[in-house]
């Protein structure tokens, strides 16, 4: 719950009433629902086709939905605060990712919220985590991304870096991002494994997020001061 919590905090996605109505997508065993039980929040639902990890989100005392998630929004008329689906995007066919993002929008209330993960197409570790699950679909950039969205209608959107890399990490993914920069003309390229993406109804709830959020920055220019905190306690070689 810890991992959960943190993530939170990183991408200010929290809502910022305890009282708001929450449903995620794709609960699983429910880690994200009772990381929220514990920050206070109530309101809670959870949605996921899995009957063992559902039986085990309800033995937690969570109320989870077992259905498609397709199924459960056509069939559903709540709206919610924020909705959320982590690594669960990619698991659907292509076919249908729109009509889902659509319900997605559909379900939200005007203020509301919708914050997921997908894996990272530009990412050097892109095509591992696209092949290391059978189920994957897709992995996604930040224009694929973007043009799902806004052809769901959900237009005030922000695509974030997971999270602040270390700076060996940092400095290994220098190459990439020249070759990207040079190739392509792309700047300020996001290269974790995954992208983190909150998307709003509207552009005043953007605006309002956008003064909250944290910053979360990695540099991948050659030039940038990079420099590991091992090196400072290595003295140089003397030679006669």
């Not at 009433?17 to 309101?43: F, H, N, Q, T």
């Not at 998630?69 to 709206?79: I, N, P, R």
Request: charged share 30%; net charge positive; hydrophobic share 40%.
């Amino acid at each position: 719950m810890e991992n959960a919590r943190r993530f939170f905090c990183d991408h200010c996605i929290f809502p910022q009433r305890k009282g708001a109505k929450i449903l995620e997508i794709g609960c699983g065993m429910g880690r994200v629902l009772l990381m929220l039980k514990a920050a206070g929040y109530s309101d809670l639902t959870g949605v996921d086709i899995d009957k063992s990890q559902v039986e085990i989100a309800r033995k937690s005392g969570l109320t989870v939905d077992l259905s498609d998630a397709l199924a459960y929004l056509e069939k559903a008329s709540e709206k919610f605060d924020a909705i959320y689906f982590f690594d669960f995007l990619e698991h659907i066919e292509k076919e249908k990712q729109l009509d889902f993002l659509r319900l997605v929008k559909e379900h939200l209330k005007e203020d509301g919220m919708a914050a997921f993960a997908v894996p990272n197409a530009l990412a050097p570790c892109g095509m591992f985590f696209r092949y290391i699950d059978f189920t994957h679909t897709i992995c996604y950039t930040r224009e694929s991304i973007s043009f799902l969205l806004h052809n769901a209608g959900l237009h005030h959107i922000q695509i974030r870096p997971q999270h602040t890399e270390s700076v060996e990490i940092q400095k290994l993914k220098v190459p990439w991002a020249k070759l990207y920069r040079n190739e392509f003309g792309l700047r300020d390229v996001i290269l974790t494994p995954n992208l983190v993406v909150v998307a709003f109804k509207e552009k005043a709830c953007m605006d309002n997020y956008l003064k909250r959020a944290p910053n979360i920055s990695n540099s991948y220019e050659e030039n940038s001061r990079l420099k590991s905190k091992f090196w400072r306690y290595i003295k140089p070689l003397k030679f006669r």
